[in-house]
């Protein structure tokens, strides 16, 4: 059964930093690209960044850049997003995806529906 977990959100202060977790089952990371999604109150969900196969490709929303850093572990099955200089607008539910992908080199945000499996979510609070 193919399944996602995310996890290490968390409440933290402006300018803190949180490393979230994308630990897959079922399945083996090395043929999946892997998008983050985040989803605040009230709003769409939208797309934050995504690693390929091969970590040739990364992309992150200019919302981000500089800021979060996506990587992947295939030994530990496991993808990550390290998330530093957090601000408030960055409170949200994130959630990780993926889709089992031919291309090495590239990965997408858009559409959200390119994605096959998605997790549960983690909370993610950047407040004083």
């Known amino acids: 059964q193919v399944q996602l977990v995310e996890s290490g959100g968390g409440l933290v202060q402006p300018g803190g930093s949180l490393r979230l977790s994308c630990a897959a089952s079922?399945?083996?990371?090395?043929?999946?690209?892997i998008g983050w999604f985040r989803q605040a109150p009230g709003k769409e969900r939208e797309g934050v960044s995504c690693?390929?196969?091969?970590?040739?490709?990364?992309y992150y929303a200019d919302s981000v850049k500089g800021r979060f850093t996506i990587s992947r572990d295939n030994a530990k099955n496991t993808v990550y997003l390290q998330m530093n200089s957090l601000k408030p607008e960055d409170t949200a539910v994130y959630y990780c995806?993926?889709?089992?992908?031919?291309?090495?080199?590239?990965?997408?945000?858009?559409?959200?529906?390119?994605?096959?499996?998605w997790g549960q979510g983690t909370q993610v609070t950047v407040s004083s």
């Open positions: 079922g399945f083996t990371l090395d043929y999946y690209a």
């Open positions: 690693i390929s196969r091969s970590d040739g490709s990364t």
């Open positions: 995806a993926t889709r089992k992908i031919m291309i090495k080199n590239w990965c997408t945000v858009i559409p959200q529906t390119f994605y096959d499996y």
